[in-house]
């Protein structure tokens, strides 16, 4: 690998109304390197990205290409440059073929008597999809393609177009193990080949997997660059991140069980879950694991209300739940807190006070309309407790990071009197140190009384935080472990089918 960068990024800084996104930051790349940018949610990564996609312009500092000082004014001068930028939310055109989106704005290269040569086109985007190691006929619809699919088109794209750098934004968010493998070997494959990526991640098994640098920020500086993963442990990289010492990574606050709070009896939805049961009591947090596509999230909506079921019977406090809608669960005291928060816990074009009190808006009414002054004393009182870190309580959603969108989901839930609370993922896409703050909040609920079951795809959460574990596998559950006998190993086995029942 060059060890000489070809691109530096000089004393960078950006500021918005009352925000300094970034302070003089230093960054730069090599030749097939993949350099890692690390830090919490709020750092300056998203935000240095853009500036280096020509989404944002920096308000000083210098980027240079190959020595020569540049002006990267709009993503389509960034393109000239070589770069191209794979964001968690693809730039894909659903109904048109995965041919034509790879080369869409780029059909004069195809063109031949006035005319667009498909076949060649057609053929073209074969060969990108054989470099990249996968069978993806060209002619199939995008809207048709899983996400893992969806992103090699995203890259294929990029190819076409001469990248030299890919930077990717949290890649592996919505792939399943086996998925995130295999983005592993095509970017392995891009260095290979010359080509340089920027990587976005909170996971910091794969950081250490495939990253040769990581840049730290932290609150819009640069920390350190370290020019190898091998020069760190977990834990010091934390540190770096977060500023301060993480000495127990999932805080586990033990209380005394008590009361049954949740029975769930013979719930079954033909071709999705089968039978299941358990039973949730208060002072514990129940958990549950298994690979994607296990019916977990399915379950979870069903008793939300969210997803209908065919028979079984849900005994909440006691009192059987019929079929019913989210609406009135929530006013029973069940709150679901969804794995997509974007999409199913927030409204993004809508500021934070009308988000949290939206699921029960009669607590802050008078009569016909909402009370201002109950509205903004309710949310307030949630802004300090959950430690939302926004300038004002009226700032639209859809500008807070991961975990500040996540504290507004949890404090809908708070907001709405519930007695259970069902976190989905509830760390998905969360930087460490406000995954350590939801642990936090977690551990304090179920000490309040308030019962929990937390959904996770991320075993060492499971195992840090939970009391009891419920394993799933094809709709069914395959086993259950208590947390002095759970290991990675016996959830994996069950979650595989190789365990019986414990």
């Not at 033990?254 to 033909?270: A, C, H, P, T, W």
């Not at 472990?481 to 069950?494: C, F, K, P």
């Amino acid at each position: 690998m060059d060890q000489k960068p070809f691109l530096t990024m000089n004393n960078i800084s950006k500021s918005f109304p009352g925000v300094q996104a970034l302070k003089n930051v230093d960054f730069d790349l090599r030749k097939s390197e993949v350099h890692c940018i690390l830090g919490e949610n709020g750092a300056g990564k998203s935000t240095l990205i853009k500036i280096l996609s020509g989404a944002l312009r920096e308000d000083s500092g210098i980027i240079s290409i190959d020595g020569e000082p540049v002006a990267l004014d709009s993503p389509a001068k960034a393109h000239e440059y070589g770069f191209a930028t794979i964001y968690q939310e693809f730039n894909l055109c659903p109904n048109l073929s995965v041919a034509a989106n790879i080369f869409l704005g780029e059909e004069k290269l195809f063109k031949k008597r006035g005319l667009i040569d498909r076949a060649k086109m057609r053929e073209k985007a074969k060969e990108y999809m054989k470099k990249l190691g996968v069978n993806i006929s060209p002619t199939t619809r995008v809207s048709s393609l899983t996400v893992a699919q969806q992103q090699v088109v995203e890259i294929s794209k990029a190819l076409s177009r001469g990248a030299r750098v890919i930077i990717m934004d949290e890649p592996t968010a919505a792939l399943s193990g086996d998925e995130a493998n295999k983005l592993f070997e095509v970017i392995r494959y891009l260095k290979e080949n010359g080509v340089s990526i920027v990587y976005i991640s909170h996971r910091l098994d794969e950081i250490f997997e495939i990253g040769d640098r990581i840049t730290v920020l932290r609150d819009g500086a640069k920390v350190r660059t370290l020019e190898s993963t091998t020069e760190i442990s977990r834990q010091e990289l934390v540190s770096l991140m977060v500023g301060r010492k993480i000495e127990d990574w999932i805080p586990k606050v033990k209380i005394e069980r008590g009361k049954e709070i949740l029975k769930v009896s013979n719930l079954s939805r033909k071709g999705v879950f089968h039978d299941i049961g358990f039973s949730l009591y208060q002072g514990e947090i129940l958990g549950f694991s298994g690979l994607v596509g296990s019916g977990r999230t399915e379950v979870m909506r069903a008793i939300f209300g969210a997803d209908p079921y065919d028979e079984g019977t849900i005994l909440f406090n006691g009192q059987e739940m019929k079929k019913v809608n989210p609406s009135k669960v929530i006013k029973s005291g069940i709150y679901l807190l969804p794995e997509n928060r974007k999409d199913q816990g927030l409204v993004l074009l809508m500021p934070i006070s009308q988000n949290i009190t939206l699921p029960r808006l009669s607590l802050v009414s008078n009569i016909f309309k909402v009370s201002a002054r109950k509205e903004k004393s309710a949310v307030e009182g949630y802004r300090k407790e959950l430690n939302i870190k926004t300038p004002t309580i009226r700032r639209l959603v859809k500008f807070l990071s991961g975990g500040n969108q996540q504290k507004c989901v949890l404090a809908k839930g708070l907001f709405s009197k519930s007695k259970l609370l069902i976190f989905d993922e509830p760390t998905r896409g969360i930087d460490v140190g406000t995954k350590s703050e939801i642990y936090d909040l977690i551990n304090t609920l179920v000490a309040e009384g308030i019962g929990v079951i937390v959904v996770s795809s991320e075993l060492p959460e499971i195992l840090g935080l939970c009391d009891r574990i419920i394993v799933m596998k094809d709709g069914r559950i395959s086993g259950e472990i208590d947390r002095d006998h759970a290991t990675q190993e016996s959830v994996m086995r069950l979650a595989l089918g190789e365990g019986g029942l414990n």
